[in-house]
């Protein structure tokens, strides 16, 4: 298609990104041979449209959500719509309702690789404000194919996490505020790239598991080795991926954590378990004191007494409990994942 832009230009946000792609989106020029695809986290259902109708307002470019199929054209700025993963795929829009990578579906990760393997050398990353390292792979596949890394200052980023860990982890090519980054695109897309060469095979490898709904132990294994925990969403096994920049963990039913949002999601996960716990202790201990009264009026004082302290005991576990999780809930709102 002749509109077929040359340059694929791959940003990514989370909290506090929706002012900084406000801000981002404005300073775009509108002639650049590029396509842009936008992975923002926010995952309420409708948010897509308000984010398509906020961006619109500050660009000429024509602004829409990601639809399955259709043809990227040059111009043109593709957010991914919630609960479903974006990805680039011969010149065309992919989306996948594959498990969520990072907590997240849509993921900044999934789509950055595909734009690696799609584009390779013309594949731009961009990372803006937020928390935890979200990014961070998806932005190492990038270099590694070839394209060009693109972060925004975290000085100047409301949550500074996800552009200081890109930073932290790789030699990223520009790190820049957000009204220069249209600028600093327009120089980017004028040099002459390399000679294209394909993604690294792992890349490809991880792009392909992305682009199913389920996926095999036989596709873990090529790109990870198997260790000693557990996905905290389905209970297999996690297998720790291997060539990438930060460490990583990988289920063969699709689920992706970095350590640190592997951390996050066990501590929810433990959490919802005992609270489910404490629900059931809670009922034990009613059930007992219900048996306790029943047998006190049919006069059996033994039978009464024994429930009587079981239900007590019951409540001292109870006690317990509910410590435990006030102590996980401060710990959690005092840690600033």
């Given at each position: 298609m002749?509109?077929?832009?040359?340059?694929?230009v791959?940003i990514g946000a989370?909290?506090?990104?929706?002012?900084a792609?406000?801000?981002?989106?404005?300073t775009?020029?509108a002639?650049?041979?590029?396509?842009y695809c936008?992975?923002?986290?926010l995952?309420?259902?409708g948010?897509?449209?308000?984010?398509?109708?906020r961006?619109?307002?500050?660009?000429?470019?024509q602004?829409?959500?990601?639809?399955?199929?259709?043809?990227?054209?040059?111009?043109?700025i593709y957010?991914?719509?919630?609960?479903?993963?974006l990805?680039?795929?011969?010149?065309?829009i992919?989306?996948g309702?594959g498990?969520?990578?990072?907590?997240f579906r849509p993921?900044?990760?999934?789509?950055?690789?595909?734009?690696?393997?799609?584009?390779?050398?013309?594949?731009?990353?961009?990372?803006?404000?937020g928390?935890?390292?979200?990014?961070?792979s998806?932005?190492?596949?990038?270099?590694?194919?070839g394209?060009?890394?693109?972060v925004?200052?975290?000085?100047?980023?409301e949550?500074p996490d996800m552009p200081?860990?890109?930073?932290?982890?790789?030699?990223?090519?520009h790190v820049?505020?957000l009204c220069?980054i249209g600028?600093?695109?327009?120089?980017?897309?004028?040099?002459?790239?390399?000679?294209?060469?394909?993604?690294?095979?792992?890349v490809?490898?991880?792009?392909?598991?992305?682009?199913?709904?389920a996926?095999?132990?036989?596709?873990?294994?090529q790109?990870?080795?198997?260790?000693?925990f557990a996905?905290?969403?389905?209970g297999?096994n996690?297998?720790a991926?291997?060539?990438?920049?930060?460490?990583?963990?990988r289920?063969?039913?699709?689920?992706?954590?970095?350590?640190?949002?592997?951390?996050?999601k066990?501590a929810?996960t433990?959490?919802?378990?005992?609270w489910v716990?404490?629900?059931?202790?809670e009922?034990?201990?009613?059930?007992?004191r219900?048996?306790?009264?029943?047998?006190?009026q049919k006069?059996?004082?033994?039978?009464?007494l024994?429930?009587?302290?079981?239900k007590?005991?019951?409540?001292?576990?109870?006690d317990?409990l509910?410590?435990?999780l006030?102590?996980?809930?401060?710990?959690?709102?005092?840690?600033?994942?």
């Amino acid at each position: 298609m002749a509109n077929h832009p040359k340059f694929i230009v791959v940003i990514g946000a989370s909290a506090g990104g929706l002012n900084a792609l406000d801000e981002l989106i404005q300073t775009l020029p509108a002639g650049l041979d590029a396509a842009y695809c936008i992975v923002l986290h926010l995952s309420r259902k409708g948010i897509g449209d308000f984010v398509v109708h906020r961006l619109s307002k500050v660009t000429s470019m024509q602004c829409s959500m990601a639809a399955n199929g259709a043809t990227i054209e040059a111009g043109h700025i593709y957010v991914a719509p919630p609960n479903q993963h974006l990805l680039v795929k011969d010149g065309k829009i992919l989306l996948g309702s594959g498990p969520q990578e990072n907590r997240f579906r849509p993921s900044i990760d999934v789509l950055f690789r595909s734009a690696a393997v799609a584009y390779t050398s013309h594949a731009i990353g961009v990372i803006l404000s937020g928390m935890l390292d979200d990014g961070t792979s998806g932005m190492w596949a990038i270099k590694r194919s070839g394209g060009t890394c693109i972060v925004q200052d975290p000085n100047q980023a409301e949550y500074p996490d996800m552009p200081l860990s890109v930073i932290n982890n790789m030699d990223v090519d520009h790190v820049s505020v957000l009204c220069e980054i249209g600028a600093l695109l327009t120089v980017v897309t004028s040099l002459d790239r390399a000679s294209e060469a394909p993604a690294p095979q792992d890349v490809l490898l991880e792009s392909q598991i992305a682009e199913k709904t389920a996926v095999g132990i036989d596709d873990i294994e090529q790109i990870g080795d198997k260790s000693v925990f557990a996905c905290p969403d389905c209970g297999g096994n996690l297998w720790a991926t291997k060539g990438d920049i930060i460490n990583r963990y990988r289920c063969h039913i699709g689920h992706a954590y970095t350590e640190r949002d592997l951390v996050v999601k066990q501590a929810e996960t433990a959490s919802t378990t005992l609270w489910v716990a404490l629900r059931m202790m809670e009922e034990r201990k009613h059930l007992l004191r219900k048996l306790e009264v029943d047998y006190a009026q049919k006069g059996y004082t033994s039978l009464s007494l024994d429930h009587h302290e079981r239900k007590d005991e019951m409540q001292r576990h109870i006690d317990t409990l509910k410590v435990i999780l006030s102590d996980l809930q401060n710990h959690d709102t005092a840690v600033p994942y």
